[in-house]
């Protein structure tokens, strides 16, 4: 687990590595605690279960007992 201070900066960081990237980084939230609600609500309302999606969450967790 991070502290508080260091998800911020790593957040912080990601956004400008995505812009060095020429990736949108406006389209994301311009700070932390707003990513966790943009987060939430992409979940919520617009992840879709594909193939593609459970492949990915499959290597995410199939090392998990």
Do not use: C, K, S
């Given at each position: 687990p991070?502290d508080?201070?260091?998800?911020?900066?790593?957040?912080a960081?990601?956004?400008?590595?995505?812009?060095?990237?020429?990736?949108?980084?406006?389209?994301?939230?311009?700070?932390l605690?707003?990513?966790?609600?943009?987060?939430?609500r992409?979940?919520?309302?617009?992840?879709?279960?594909?193939?593609?999606a459970?492949?990915?969450?499959?290597?995410?967790?199939?090392?998990l007992?």
């Open positions: 991070l508080q201070d260091t998800m911020e900066r790593m957040y960081e990601y956004r400008t590595f995505l812009a060095a990237l020429d990736g949108d980084a406006a389209e994301l939230p311009a700070d605690n707003d990513f966790w609600r943009y987060f939430d992409v979940v919520e309302n617009e992840l879709e279960n594909t193939e593609a459970r492949v990915i969450l499959y290597r995410l967790f199939d090392h007992p």
